[in-house]
């Protein structure tokens, strides 16, 4: 059945029957974050350790999230996270009360925490994603957390929840995303900004090297290529911005290391174009490359 794939598949499909994965595939958790240059690095730790918030600000599959699981670490810190949506309301960042029986059965309200009220008690980090995304009356919630009074009212139980002083809040935001909503001026007062570029050039070759089964120098440099010439292209407002993700470009190369780039690239970004355009500008910069 399996006998016109080519022999590199054949092995990648025995490794993966006998559990011999290739490293990376179960170790993307553990590939470090690589910062596209040391400032941002140095700027994001000094705002933190110095108690202040960070907006991390970039289109998607920059890293922001890798990013701030990176500085978390750093600081020796656990994360709690919060996805923002539009359904995002007080209770699923504070919490919620909840019925419960104790051992005789009885009934009790008990309070179950929701992330922010408990990275606030515990003093951990706070990762708010796509902080514009939320329904703007749910973000005020969230001023005095971020404010010197490092404080909230939880409106279910009436406690004033102050938090540890290791309590940090990092978010992200996409701006002009579709579905976002600017964010409002108070709250990104609270904030110190960020911007994440793509990585690119020799950090890129090293990311990929590090966290892809492509190994290949001369093709990592042409996945290196095809990601600045997508990077151009997504900044002059040739391609949609997602086109660019790191993300789509790194499963591109793990593709790549057992079937055809082109193909790989089709599958990884291609596809996920949505005019024909795009498309076939995209093919274009490929068939140069490849
Ligand atoms: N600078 C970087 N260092 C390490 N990994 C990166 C970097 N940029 C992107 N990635 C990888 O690209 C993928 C998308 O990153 P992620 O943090 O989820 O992006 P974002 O949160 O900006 O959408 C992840 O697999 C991540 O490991
Ligand atoms: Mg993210």
Do not use: W
Request: net charge negative; aromatic share 8%; proline share 4%.
């Amino acid at each position: 059945m399996n006998n016109h794939f080519s022999t590199k598949t054949k092995t990648l499909l025995e490794d993966y029957q006998q559990q011999r994965l290739p490293q990376h595939v179960n170790n993307n958790q553990a590939t470090t974050y690589i910062p596209p240059d040391q400032s941002l690095m140095e700027d994001a730790i000094v705002a933190l350790a110095m108690g202040k918030n960070l907006l991390l600000k970039g289109p998607t599959g920059t890293g922001k999230t890798k990013f701030a699981e990176a500085l978390t670490v750093r600081f020796q810190q656990a994360m709690e996270s919060v996805n923002c949506s539009i359904d995002l309301d007080a209770e699923s960042l504070l919490g919620f009360k909840t019925l419960s029986y104790d051992e005789d059965q009885k009934q009790q309200i008990t309070f179950i925490p929701g992330p922010v009220t408990k990275a606030m008690t515990n003093g951990r980090f706070l990762y708010i994603d796509e902080i514009n995304m939320a329904k703007p009356e749910t973000l005020p919630l969230l001023n005095g957390v971020l404010d010197y009074r490092r404080t909230v009212t939880n409106p279910f139980t009436n406690d004033v929840i102050t938090a540890k002083s290791s309590f940090r809040t990092i978010a992200a935001i996409n701006e002009g995303y579709i579905g976002t909503v600017p964010l409002n001026e108070a709250l990104k007062n609270r904030f110190i900004i960020i911007d994440v570029p793509y990585i690119q050039g020799e950090q890129l070759a090293e990311l990929i090297k590090q966290s892809t089964a492509l190994q290949d120098d001369t093709y990592i440099q042409r996945f290196v290529q095809l990601s600045a010439d997508l990077v151009r292209a997504t900044t002059d407002g040739r391609l949609a911005e997602d086109a660019a993700s790191i993300r789509a470009l790194l499963d591109a190369c793990d593709l790549s290391a057992y079937i055809p780039p082109a193909r790989a690239i089709h599958r990884a970004i291609v596809e996920k174009l949505d005019e024909d355009r795009e498309k076939s500008f995209v093919k274009n910069i490929v068939e140069t490359l490849f």
